[in-house]
């Protein structure tokens, strides 16, 4: 057998090896590009993740804002500088982990870290955003504060935590606000109540519609002032206003009403729905012990309901105090709904 190649088959082998050759280098470049975009994705990811970081440590650093954030064990994870600035701080290091009362111990009063603290978690295990305004003491400098709080969730729709704002609003909470706040609880006072809620009935008549007043009071409460003293007893009236409006719905109109009496316009409601309401509201108040620093104090509302009519808003508040009155006659901590002895 001849196995020498003829002249065609050198040719061929040629050909098919340029070929092979082309293929080859091509798949190269096409492997090559392929790990640099590769690379260049990796290292444009840990560029946005220094980048977002670098955004949250400005945020934190200058924020005019007490910022922070606890874990589900109300464990501390972030804050403000200025946080830190209030806490006598100088590394927010040294806070991580550390306890939420442990945190504030020392710098804000035990009965506001417990009452804070309460807040806190009622906005975890509620999964609900909370606002109020409270005055607050730093040093001996008072702060009118707004405070919002809202849960963390995770990816999964779990839990990971609250995080917190606390402005001073001190500067922006001028005169008219200030008319027509109850600066104790943070909710709205009697004057503006009135004004509100006698906006809603002339709409209710008008248009029609159905709505309710209704006044609590809380049970026993001069006892709480003689015993305990009065800063527990304004602790008791913020903490009431706390929990009512955890349980409230947006629309519901909520106000101090003067000294322990409270006031709602409850609109959108059926009779049959008013009374679960107004207990839902009841329990909100009394299903907790109320804990403070040098007390711990069982707590309790009578309440009255009066369904909005023709009436005017003073006689229809004349009968839902009737109301309470029956409420607290027949043994208290319960709701009564006007009747026709009320009327």
């Known amino acids: 057998m001849d196995d020498t190649l003829s002249r065609d088959d050198i040719d061929k082998i040629l050909r098919e090896n340029k070929m092979l050759r082309r293929r080859l280098e091509r798949t190269m470049r096409e492997w090559h590009n392929y790990a640099a975009i590769q690379e260049r994705a990796i290292k444009l990811k840990e560029y946005n993740e220094r980048e977002k970081n670098e955004y949250i440590n400005l945020l934190l650093e200058n924020s005019p804002d007490i910022l922070f954030m606890f874990d589900e064990q109300m464990n501390f994870r972030l804050g403000t500088s200025e946080l830190l600035r209030v806490l006598g701080h100088e590394d927010k290091r040294t806070l991580v982990d550390v306890h939420f009362d442990d945190v504030f111990s020392g710098t804000m009063p035990n009965d506001w870290i417990l009452s804070t603290r309460s807040s806190l978690e009622s906005v975890m295990l509620e999964q609900k955003r909370i606002q109020y305004i409270e005055e607050i003491y730093f040093g001996e400098e008072k702060k009118v504060i707004t405070v919002s709080a809202a849960p963390v969730m995770g990816s999964a729709g779990k839990i990971m935590g609250v995080i917190c704002v606390m402005r001073d609003s001190t500067d922006l909470y001028d005169m008219e606000q200030i008319a027509y ?149 027949e043994g208290r901590n319960r709701v009564v709904i006007a009747c026709g002895a009320d009327l």
């Open 181 to 329: 706040t109850d600066m104790l609880t943070g909710i709205i006072n009697r004057r503006q109540f009135m004004n509100l809620a006698s906006a809603q009935i002339d709409k209710i008549k008008r248009h029609g519609g159905e709505a309710y007043i209704v006044i609590f009071d809380l049970d026993h409460f001069k006892r709480v002032n003689d015993t305990y003293g009065h800063l527990i007893g304004d602790n008791v009236l913020k903490l009431t206003a706390q929990r009512v409006n955890n349980v409230l719905r947006s629309y519901d109109l909520f106000g101090r009403y003067g000294g322990e009496e409270f006031i709602l316009f409850v609109s959108v409601i059926s009779s049959e729905e008013i009374k679960t309401h107004a207990e839902r509201i009841r329990l909100a108040i009394c299903s907790e012990p109320m804990v403070f620093e040098s007390a711990t104090l069982s707590v309790s509302a009578s309440f009255g309901v009066a369904p909005v009519s023709g009436d005017d808003i003073e006689n229809i508040i004349n009968t839902a105090d009737k109301a309470l009155y029956r409420a607290k006659s």
